[in-house]
């Protein structure tokens, strides 16, 4: 029998399509997501929601206890962009969670936990080509330091206590049933938009700017596979890297001109350019492949292709 799972953040990119795929996967009961605010219609209409604040550890106490909830999936957080304005903010939002769900599993409250770190971890002095799993880790932004420290915590807990904590370090994440917010990837979403709406787009991104991405699709099956492995065969604790594919603004411009040939991109760097110029640009993902059989499943252009179909039929 399913034991009851809780989505923290589910109402955000990641967090709309892991409760959708998690409720047809478990059922809709046994999966219960919360966030800060509703969600879409849809996702409030499918199964049970409970408004939470992820920093406040007695609410979700309360609603583990309830539903007596076996699994929890964090994925509240305050991400790259919107962390440089309200540093104090992010930290608070991005550690506190993290203490509260692995406190509720050191004391056996819940059993497993799975909390997305991201290649923000990585920083200006580490090889940005096939960045490997273990390397030099000098973040230099806020939400990287905190996705640092969280990995540390996470393996910390593992050792000492047996907490079962499993992690990715996603890349930036395309995707086209829920907007992503306060991101440096987050131009390789809108563009689609824009070239559907406006035929033109300004990037905040240089057109060099290389960074490892990955389809909605691909990132949801990587979580849900990880959740699924075999304790034993995991040797990484902190978070795995994974890999998909990686690209420029320029390449993702070219593919889409071959839908839409008349589209027009313009650039204009903002503050943005400098975390993105910090980070990767493309991951070595052997480790994941090795220990749970991780393969991604979409490069650009089928990607491109999803994209620009499904915002056709939806807007
Ligand atoms: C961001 O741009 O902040 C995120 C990430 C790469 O973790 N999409």
Redesign the pocket.
């Known amino acids: 029998m399913q034991k009851p799972i809780l989505i923290l953040g589910a109402c955000g990119q990641i967090g709309t399509e892991l409760t959708i795929e998690l409720r047809a996967k478990y059922g809709s009961e046994n999966v219960v997501a919360s966030d800060i605010r509703e969600g879409s219609e849809s996702l409030m209409a499918s199964g049970p929601f409970e408004l939470l604040d992820a920093t406040n550890y007695e609410a979700i106490e309360d609603v583990v206890m309830h539903y007596e909830i076996d699994e929890v999936y964090l994925m509240a957080a305050m ?3 919107t962390a440089e304005k309200f540093p104090m903010r992010a930290w608070n939002l991005n550690m506190n969670s993290l203490f509260n769900v692995l406190n509720l599993a050191k004391d056996r409250k819940i059993n497993k936990i799975f909390w997305p770190s ?3 971890v990585f920083g200006p002095n580490t090889p940005k080509e096939h960045t490997p799993q273990n390397t030099i880790m000098e973040p230099s932004t806020v ?1 990287g330091i905190s ?1 640092q420290s969280g990995e540390r915590w996470c393996e910390y807990y593992f050792n000492k206590f047996g907490v079962d904590v499993r992690s990715v370090r ?4 395309i995707s086209w049933k829920t907007m ?1 917010g ?5 131009y390789a979403v809108e563009i689609y938009h824009e070239a559907l709406k406006k035929g033109t787009y300004s990037c905040f991104l240089n057109e060099s700017t290389k960074l490892p991405m990955m389809y909605m699709d691909d990132a949801i099956r990587a979580t849900i596979g990880l959740m699924e492995s075999d304790p034993e065969k995991l040797s990484v604790r902190s978070s795995y890297n994974l890999g998909s594919m990686s690209f420029a603004p320029k390449e993702i411009t070219q593919s889409i001109q071959k839908h839409i040939p008349g589209f027009k991109v313009t650039y204009a760097p903002d503050f943005r350019q400098e ?1 993105a110029d910090s ?1 990767p640009s493309s991951i070595d993902d052997t480790t994941a492949k090795k220990d749970w059989n991780w393969k991604p499943a979409f490069d650009l252009d089928s990607t491109t292709g999803e994209m620009l179909d499904n915002l056709k039929k939806t807007s």
């Not at 306060?182 to 987050?186: K, L, P, S």
């Open positions: 991400l790259s962009a991201s290649i923000a939400y996705k996603y890349p930036g994440l992503p306060g991101g440096t990837t987050d975390i980070w």
